[in-house]
């Protein structure tokens, strides 16, 4: 079993559509997690942090499930400008450094 | 504030040739990664120094690759002899100090460089 599962992809939505994302990751001691986004050929970035009261930054939603080992991503009103491979990430334990586990991803297009 | 270098940008090698890449982290940065981004799949992480010193080299294929940060900045990865499976986009990452991810914690990216081993 993969350490981070993520819906496999591609989505393809139209503009002003709302979009989630969800993920599963296999180590219950798991510490951090967070989402990035990714353009085509491009480096990852850090999108948002996700803490288990959940948070919002702006139209990102992020929730995180400790009993469940599951993490989202809604985008709501979706950009043509969202279009980009997002990553789910967990960190290991606190000794191990702040080692980040990446999913496969899953690829966003947006069109018109 | 400049971020992450890392050089060539992409590099076409034949197998069994040998072939290094390149990384100066940000400056103050003290822990700086490798990781392995093979199409279609997340980044994975080769080695992670923190200063001179290695962290976690769990996940680095130590018969072909060999990584180092002599004097605790910059840091060369190299791959010797190549396989055709080592055709990927190597990523540096920086961060200012080890312990759990966000915060001053949070990794920083470079462009990446693009193998590809015919």
């Known amino acids: 079993r993969k350490e981070v599962e993520q819906d496999p992809g591609p989505f393809n939505v139209p503009e002003g559509a709302t979009v989630a994302f969800n993920c599963t990751y296999s180590n219950s001691a798991s510490q951090s997690f967070f989402w990035y986004r990714q353009d085509c050929r491009k480096e990852p970035k850090l999108l948002m942090s996700v803490y288990s009261s959940g948070n919002e930054d702006g139209r990102f939603t992020a929730q995180l499930n400790r009993a469940s080992q599951y993490i989202s991503l809604l985008i709501r009103d979706s950009k043509l400008s969202d279009s980009a491979t997002y990553l789910c990430v967990v960190t290991a334990r606190e000794n191990q450094g702040g080692k980040l586990i990446f999913g496969q991803g899953t690829e966003l297009s947006v069109k018109p | 504030e400049a971020g992450v270098a890392q050089s060539p940008r992409y590099k076409i090698i034949e197998k069994r040739q040998s072939v290094a890449f390149w990384c100066n982290p940000i400056?103050?940065?003290?822990?700086l990664y490798w990781y392995q981004q093979i199409l279609g799949q997340g980044p994975k992480l080769l080695i992670q120094f923190q200063n001179n010193g290695v962290v976690d080299d769990s996940q680095l294929p130590k018969d072909r690759f060999s990584a180092e940060r002599l004097k605790g900045v910059d840091s060369t990865l190299k791959i010797q002899p190549a396989k055709l499976e080592d055709s990927a986009v190597y990523l540096c990452?920086?961060?200012?100090?080890?312990?759990?991810?966000?915060?001053?914690?949070?990794?920083?990216f470079g462009p990446g460089t693009r193998l590809t081993v015919l």
């Open positions: 990452a920086s961060s200012l100090d080890l312990g759990l991810a966000g915060g001053r914690n949070e990794q920083f």
């Open positions: 400056s103050g940065h003290a822990t």
